[in-house]
Nanobody, 118 residues
């Protein structure tokens, strides 16, 4: 069982920046994928960015060049640096943890609200 605790959401003006953090605890393999998804009102949850324990990253096209995902494996923590924020980035952001173990289910954080004012 993996527990995820997020922090760093808030309200900023368009063009501003925010940094989200997510710390994982519990029992899990050192080989894993952590990342961020988001869900805006009335929309499905969507991928924002992921990073493997080896440092391979993947981004949604809508955030490429503006967001940077990183991790500190020693702290079991993943970060999302969000720059040049737009009103359409407004959503609840969820931390995600996935294990390579076949049949394992992903773990989710409780979500943190990010609101961008125009």
């Amino acid at each position: 069982q993996v527990q995820l605790v997020e922090s760093g959401g808030g309200l900023v003006q368009a063009g501003g920046s925010l940094r989200l953090s997510c710390a994982a605890s519990g029992s899990f393999s050192d080989i894993n994928i952590m990342g961020w998804y988001r869900q805006a009102p009335g929309k499905h949850r969507e991928l924002v960015a992921t990073i493997t324990s080896g440092g391979i990253t993947n981004y949604a096209d809508s955030v490429k060049g503006r967001f940077t995902v990183s991790r500190d494996n020693a702290k079991n923590t993943v970060y999302l640096q969000m720059n040049s924020l737009k009103p359409e980035d407004t959503a609840v952001y969820y931390c995600n943890f996935r294990s390579p173990v076949v049949g394992s289910l992903p773990s989710w954080g409780q979500g943190t609200q990010v609101t961008i004012s125009s």
